[in-house]
T-cell receptor
Framework: GAGVSQSPRYKVTKRGQDVALRCDPI?????LYWYRQALGQGPEFLTY????????KSGLPNDRFSAERPEGSISTLTIQRTEQRDSAMYRC??????????????FGSGTRLTVV | QKEVEQNSGPLSVPEGAIASLNCTYS??????FFWYRQYSGKSPELIMF????GDKEDGRFTAQLNKASQYVSLLIRDSQPSDSATYLC???????????FGKGTKLSVKP
């Protein structure tokens, strides 16, 4: 697609429910990244993929968080048993390849998750 | 723990002035440095990258890098009200891998 597409744009869920956030990167982009951004803060790294391989998941806060990119394109970030502290903007970004300095990352519009 | 530090601001400058935004990083192995601009309620967008010591100019923007001091800055000349945004410094260690972002500096350019 023309840009990085994330869905849903907004998600309100009850504490304890599971949620799945979707990211569709720019067509042909090898690398896909998940970040979380709290209000007034910079993006906080969660995990990233090259093609379908998860390269680094060191930023995932705990084992309730997982991500996959099974066919090397669309990715899903899943949060199980959501807690109020999970409320944040979840941002996906993609790049042509992980060492691409010229073009950097292109971010999606994000999914605003609210856990009530 | 790899850290990127920025003054959160707000930094307020009059229209037409030079805005100077600063960033320090902890990992000496860092190789590439990026500046992103984020308007309120929007996604970050890339302004510039730099990877060699010295200055790099692009229009009204100049990025400066000093690896010995682990310091990177962004100068915005002839600041405009449309430059009012949060500026995020981001650092990449090595040729692969993810970016580490600072908390951002909020810039306000007053007409």
């Amino acid at each position: 697609g023309a840009g990085v597409s994330q869905s849903p744009r907004y998600k309100v869920t009850k504490r304890g429910q599971d949620v799945a956030l979707r990211c569709d990167p720019i067509s042909g982009h090898v690398s896909l990244y998940w970040y979380r951004q709290a209000l007034g803060q910079g993006p906080e790294f969660l995990t990233y993929f090259n093609y379908e391989a998860q390269q680094d998941k060191s930023g995932l806060p705990n084992d309730r968080f997982s991500a996959e990119r099974p066919e090397g394109s669309i990715s899903t970030l899943t949060i199980q048993r959501t807690e109020q502290r999970d409320s944040a903007m979840y941002r996906c970004a993609s790049s042509l390849f992980s060492g691409d300095r010229v073009n950097g990352y292109t971010f999606g519009s994000g999914t605003r998750l609210t856990v009530v | 723990q790899k850290e990127v530090e920025q003054n959160s601001g707000p930094l307020s400058v009059p229209e037409g002035a030079i805005a100077s935004l600063n960033c320090t990083y902890s990992d000496r192995g860092s190789q590439s440095f990026f500046w992103y601009r984020q308007y309120s309620g929007k996604s970050p967008e890339l302004i510039m990258f730099i990877y060699s010591n010295g200055d790099k100019e692009d229009g009204r923007f100049t990025a400066q890098l000093n690896k010995a001091s682990q310091y990177v800055s962004l100068l915005i000349r002839d600041s405009q009200p449309s430059d009012s945004a949060t500026y995020l410094c981001a650092v990449k260690t090595g040729s692969q891998g993810n970016l580490i972002f600072g908390k951002g500096t909020k810039l306000s350019v007053k007409p």
